[in-house]
């Protein structure tokens, strides 16, 4: 079992800064992709960013030059560095696991999500 303990949401003002962390409950080392997604209330589950285990990482169009996710093995953590936050990143943060291996006959795994909320 891989459980993900998401931290780090709040109020911010509109260009400010949040910095999201992801707690693993596994050494992220043997976790293949994790990455930080978001949804808006009526709306979809979107990825915001994604970093493998070789460091290699995706972001979506929208915050591109914005964000940043890295990870820090030793500590099992993720991270997203959220800058000149607009009001339309509004959105409950979720962080996501994809294991090489299974863990009780499942691949993925999600957090519970922190809400991060940007004013005008």
């Known amino acids: 079992q891989v459980q993900l303990r998401e931290s780090g949401g709040g109020l911010v003002q509109a260009g400010g800064s949040l910095r999201l962390s992801c707690l693993a409950s596994?050494?992220?080392?043997?976790?293949?992709?994790m990455g930080w997604y978001r949804q808006a209330p009526g709306n979809q589950r979107d990825m915001v960013a994604t970093i493998t285990s070789g460091i290699s990482t995706n972001y979506a169009d929208s915050v591109k030059g914005r964000f940043t996710i890295s990870r820090d093995n030793a500590k099992n953590t993720v991270y997203l560095q959220m800058n000149s936050l607009k009001p339309e990143d509004t959105a409950v943060y979720y962080c996501h696991a994809r294991t090489a291996k299974p863990w009780n006959s499942k691949y993925d795994f999600w957090g519970q999500g922190t809400q991060v909320t940007v004013s005008s």
């Open positions: 596994k050494s992220i080392d043997s976790i293949n992709v």
